[in-house]
């Protein structure tokens, strides 16, 4: 598993997958390839599909500006190593083909080059099962805040440092303003609305959902968030996380170490399976976060690392089979109200088992393996694509 430094990043919304993706491999591109007069970008299957409602185009022409970029749509090539291909041209002054790459958007702001995703090579953790690392915690006498700080650069505290305010910042600017959501759905932003009703009835569930209603809006609007494990799922992580601070009290100390607990299991599930929804559906993105969340809720509230998987078990196991069918290509419906519902599920996946001693018939791997393997033989209209589910059948009341 690589560091969690490349799970957890600060950028724009609305997509990790189809913004902050081509973002990072237009860049690169553009770099290595400095006397080009113009350049060319091919956008396949997902990343085609709905592109536009995620702002690919945008965000790559932004990046190779000031030269000029011609962007292809190409949504009935799907590539056989994933979903959101994309191929980058140099151009010279005749429009002949100088360079080319080929390069795939592989979740949570992440890029890969076919055969790389995942290599070993790139790790830094000597175990990558949930059933390895809880065997070695409990054969050392140690916790899994210890296990990833020994794995983990002599910095990491300070980086996760840098990702909680970011989420922090997420959520006070995404309170702070009434906006419509940019796009044709004009929709509302009803972050702040929540957030008086808590002003007066002062209910936890309140705050969580003012919370992770917060920083989602803010990712559908393009704005600074932190993947968590994607910008998709940017609210839920931070809705529970900051609920849980200023409704128990909890030190940053904590959430820094809760964050690292949140890491982990995001860790795990990219690893063993995918965290990118034009892959296996938003099973992999807001499941996810909801799985990372429920853990670290089950660290803060004192419970044993069998209390910890069972919590991320439950709350991966019971999004199982969700779609991605985002409306017009927007991360907004049903994106943004699906964060604050698993932000809360998150904090009940962890009481719940926090109501047994921890043990618990299926594990966190299997899990882990059956959504991956859901997620394969989900058809591609519910992945990313806009063309199946709510985003087939919805229209404007």
Request: include cysteine; charged fraction near 25%; charge should be negative.
């Amino acid at each position: 598993m690589d560091t969690l430094k490349e799970l957890f990043k600060i950028g724009s919304g609305p997509s990790s997958s189809h913004t902050m993706g081509p973002q990072r491999a237009a860049e690169r591109f553009k770099n290595e390839n400095p006397d080009a007069e113009s350049f060319r970008a091919i956008l396949y299957g997902s990343l085609a599909a709905t592109g536009k409602g995620h702002l690919t185009d945008y965000i790559i022409e932004k990046t190779i500006a000031p030269k000029k970029v011609e962007i292809v749509w190409e949504e009935d090539i799907i590539k056989d190593f994933h979903p959101n291909g994309m191929k980058f041209e140099a151009l010279d002054k005749d429009k002949n083909v100088t360079a080319e790459w080929t390069v795939y958007s592989v979740g949570g702001g992440t890029i890969a080059e076919e055969g790389q995703r995942n290599s070993k090579s790139n790790s830094i953790y000597h175990l990558d099962t949930m059933d390895e690392i809880v065997k070695w915690c409990k054969e050392n006498n140690k916790t899994l805040v210890d296990f990833v700080l020994e794995c983990e650069p002599k910095d990491i505290k300070d980086y996760i440092k840098t990702i909680k305010d970011a989420m922090r910042k997420s959520i006070d600017d995404g309170l702070s303003t009434d906006e419509i959501i940019p796009g044709k759905l004009l929709l509302k932003r009803r972050a702040s609305t929540f957030y008086n009703a808590y002003k007066k009835d002062k209910s936890f569930s309140t705050l969580v959902y003012a919370y992770a209603l917060a920083a989602s809006e803010q990712n559908a609007s393009g704005n600074i968030i932190v993947t968590a494990p994607t910008c998709g799922s940017a609210g839920v992580i931070p809705g529970i996380f900051f609920a849980m601070q200023d409704f128990y009290n909890y030190d940053d100390e904590k959430i820094i170490e809760a964050l690292l607990v949140a890491g982990i299991i995001g860790n795990i599930i990219k690893t063993n399976a995918s965290i990118s929804g034009a892959e296996v559906g938003c099973q992999g993105e807001v499941g996810a976060a909801c799985s990372m969340a429920a853990a670290a809720v089950a660290y803060l509230k004192g419970g044993t690392i069998d209390h910890i998987e069972y919590a991320a078990e439950i709350a991966l196991e019971h999004h199982l089979g969700m779609t991605c069918d985002p409306v017009y290509g927007y991360v907004q419906i049903p994106c943004i109200e699906r964060n604050a519902m698993a932000a809360q599920r998150a904090y009940d996946a962890a009481n719940y088992a926090l109501l047994t001693d921890g043990s618990h018939s299926v594990s966190l791997d299997q899990v882990v393996e059956t959504m991956k393997e859901t997620g394969i033989d989900m058809m591609d209209k519910y992945k990313e694509t806009a063309k199946g589910g709510l985003a087939k059948h919805f229209f404007s009341c």
